[in-house]
């Protein structure tokens, strides 16, 4: 399943439902500012979201991502986290 992306509101929509529905996401070129970071851990197959032209993932009040099971794969993006974290956390 390939969902074509273009704001923030839906990429965070796609991260809080399973990624088996998502399982590749393209976005559109652009800076996505997440109220909360992207998370691994919706679902057991992961997920694969690929950034087209300059793609910025940012969060102010946390990480960009955070990883806490399953697994995300991130590519061709520009990940910026909150002043107090770092943009991408791995934590078992």
């Keep these: 399943n390939i969902r074509y992306l273009?704001?923030?509101q839906?990429?965070?929509?796609a991260n809080n439902r399973p990624f088996e529905n998502n399982?590749?996401?393209v976005l559109a070129p652009g800076t996505y500012n997440l109220p909360g970071p992207l998370d691994g851990a919706a679902g057991s197959s992961g997920c694969t979201i690929l950034g087209l032209g300059k793609?910025?993932?940012?969060?102010r009040v946390?990480?960009?991502a955070w990883v806490r099971q399953g697994s995300l794969t991130l590519i061709n993006m520009q990940l910026v986290g909150s002043c107090s974290g770092a943009a991408v956390c791995v934590s078992p």
């Design 6 to 8: 273009s704001t923030a």
């Design 10 to 13: 839906q990429l965070m929509a």
């Design 23 to 25: 399982s590749f996401i």
């Design 55 to 59: 793609v910025v993932i940012s969060c």
């Design 62 to 64: 946390s990480h960009a």
